[in-house]
């Protein structure tokens, strides 16, 4: 069963920066879109941005500006580089895997807590 690892989260202050990276444990065929989605306490889970295989990004109007998605495919790998870190992006951030079946991959969460 092919697993998706998350790292890179941890305690930041506001202003800060961080990055977030999701690797597959094994292969995963015909991956169509790697995204990164968030949920805070008491909130839904939402997309906070996505890549597909051929680069084309999609940003939450919260991510804009600030957070940068960006993919390996050889590695199967996504990153989200996290600039300006705001308390309210304090959340439990998931990597998701989707494929042309589809099916879809999601990680165990990483959690981001940013705060003075």
């Known amino acids: 069963q092919v697993q998706l690892v998350e790292s890179g989260g941890g305690l930041v202050q506001p202003g800060g920066s961080l990055t977030l990276s999701c690797a597959a444990s094994g292969r995963i065929f015909s991956i169509i879109v790697m995204g990164w989605y968030r949920q805070a306490p008491g909130k839904s889970r939402e997309l906070v941005a996505s890549?597909?295989?051929?680069?084309?990004?999609n940003y939450a109007d919260s991510a804009k500006g600030r957070f940068t998605i960006s993919r390996d495919n050889a590695k199967s790998t996504v990153y989200l580089q996290m600039n300006s870190l705001k308390p309210e992006d304090t959340a439990l951030y998931y990597c998701?895997?989707?494929?042309?079946?589809?099916?879809?991959?999601w990680g165990q969460g990483t959690q981001v807590t940013v705060s003075s």
């Open positions: 998701n895997f989707r494929t042309l079946n589809p099916i879809n991959y």
């Open positions: 890549i597909t295989s051929g680069g084309v990004t």
